[in-house]
Each structure stands twice: as structure tokens, then as C-alpha cells.
């Protein structure tokens, strides 16, 4: 009940074009989803985070959607770019703990 | 505002020494958590602290401790170390516990056990 799956585990996308990566929850307690970028050599900086009481937030190029009754949620890159060639990281919390359950990571690739 | 502070960046140890690893949170932030990254396990949680008190601890083993001092710096220590300790411990800081925080990293200790 504890774990965020991530998919897919890997992706390469054309420059230009949208990166999706997914993420799906089991416990339904959490009420906190962030999504974090990580470079090589460098810890995990956060992009972007959603609550459930909210479908959808855009921040610039990237889009988190929520689906709540799916227990599912999205990040969405628009107009990718080299530059955001990295590993992602959804996560999940609950409540008045800051534990962060991660998912596993997608390693994106943008093909110039 | 100067982000989270790890130190060392790297360290090296053999199986069965202790190591200490340290973390200076963003100025205010008084919640600290630390994370295990390796490339098998991913991220996982091993501890939370605030006010100098452990709020929350994952599922390590009691070789795996911490504290917190009244500067809200925080302190992780290994000790007996096993060949499978190797890994990225990476320390976030908060403003306060609690999901409505977002927490930022630091850019962690890469740890290797020989």
C-alpha cells in the first residue's frame, strides 16, 4: 500500500515533442505529489507538486494531471529539450509526516 | 538563500568502520529528512527530524541512526558497515513536517564500502 509504481522506465523523445511519464498510488491517504528532476551528480530538485483536490497545475513547460478516482497521476513535458535530459522521480506523501515515497525514476532522453 | 549542505561529497570505508555524514538545511528550515539512493532500491526514506526529535523512521536497521541539533543541522551515522551500505544518502530540508512542505535536496554523500 506503500508504493508509487513509475512507468515507463525509460523514454527518449525528439526535441520538440512531449514526454509523458506516468505514476499510480495505492494508499489513498496520500495528499501530497511532488515530481523531482535529477542530473548525474547531483541530488533530486523539485519541478513541480500537485494535491488531489486538484486535476490538473502547469507550471511553464510542465503539466502535472491527476486523476484521483484512478489513483493515477502524470507529468507531462511540453516542448521538450535537450537540456531536460535526466532522470524523474514522482513521489507521495501523507499527512503531517514529510516521508517521501518514491517511484522507481524514468530516465528521459531528448534527442537533439 | 543558500540550498541544503552535504559533507562530505565522498567518502570511502571498509566493512565494519562507522562514518558520519552531515547536512545544513536552507536557512529557516527547521525539518530535516534523510534518503538512501542506490541504483537497485531507488530513493527510500530513513529518517525525519524536527526540533531535535526523530518524527519518523523507515525501514532500515538500527545501524542506521541520527539526531538533529538546535541549529536544525542534522547528522546521519553508520555504523558496522556492510558492503551493501554503498549507495547516495541525500538529506532534504523543509520549512516544517508535514505533507503541505516541499522538501528541497541537497546534492548528497556518495558513500563506497570496500
Known amino acids: 500500500q506503500q508504493q508509487v509504481k513509475q512507468s515507463p522506465q525509460s523514454l527518449i523523445v525528439q526535441k520538440g515533442g512531449i514526454s509523458i511519464i506516468n505514476c499510480a498510488y495505492e494508499?489513498?491517504?496520500?495528499?501530497?505529489f511532488p515530481w523531482y528532476q535529477q542530473f548525474p551528480g547531483k541530488g533530486p530538485a523539485l519541478l513541480i507538486a500537485?494535491?488531489?483536490?486538484?486535476s490538473e497545475k502547469k507550471e511553464g513547460r510542465f503539466t502535472i494531471s491527476f486523476n484521483k478516482s484512478a489513483k493515477q497521476f502524470s507529468l507531462h513535458i511540453m516542448d521538450s529539450q535537450p537540456g531536460d535530459s535526466a532522470t524523474y522521480f514522482c513521489?507521495?506523501?501523507?499527512?503531517?509526516?514529510?516521508?517521501?515515497?518514491f517511484g522507481q525514476g524514468t530516465t528521459l532522453q531528448v534527442k537533439p | 538563500k543558500a540550498g541544503v549542505t552535504q559533507t562530505p561529497r565522498y567518502l570511502i570505508k571498509t566493512r565494519g568502520q562507522q562514518v558520519t555524514l552531515s547536512c545544513s538545511p536552507i536557512?529557516?528550515?527547521?525539518?530535516v529528512s534523510w534518503y538512501q539512493q542506490t541504483p537497485g532500491q531507488g530513493l527510500q526514506f530513513l529518517f525525519e527530524?524536527?526540533?531535535?526529535?526523530?518524527?519518523n523512521k523507515g525501514n532500515f536497521p538500527g545501524r542506521f541512526s541520527g539526531r538533529q541539533f538546535s541549529n536544525s543541522r542534522s547528522e546521519m551515522n553508520v555504523s558496522t558497515l556492510e558492503l551493501g551500505d554503498s549507495a547516495l544518502y541525500l538529506c532534504a530540508s523543509s520549512p516544517d513536517p508535514g505533507s503541505n512542505q516541499p522538501q528541497h535536496f541537497g546534492d548528497g554523500t556518495r558513500l563506497s564500502i570496500l
Open positions: 513521489a507521495a506523501s501523507r499527512g503531517n509526516t514529510g516521508k517521501l515515497i
Open positions: 500537485i494535491r488531489p483536490d486538484v
Open positions: 527530524y524536527f526540533s531535535e526529535t526523530q518524527r
Open positions: 494508499n489513498t491517504a496520500f495528499d501530497y
Open positions: 536557512s529557516g528550515h527547521r525539518s
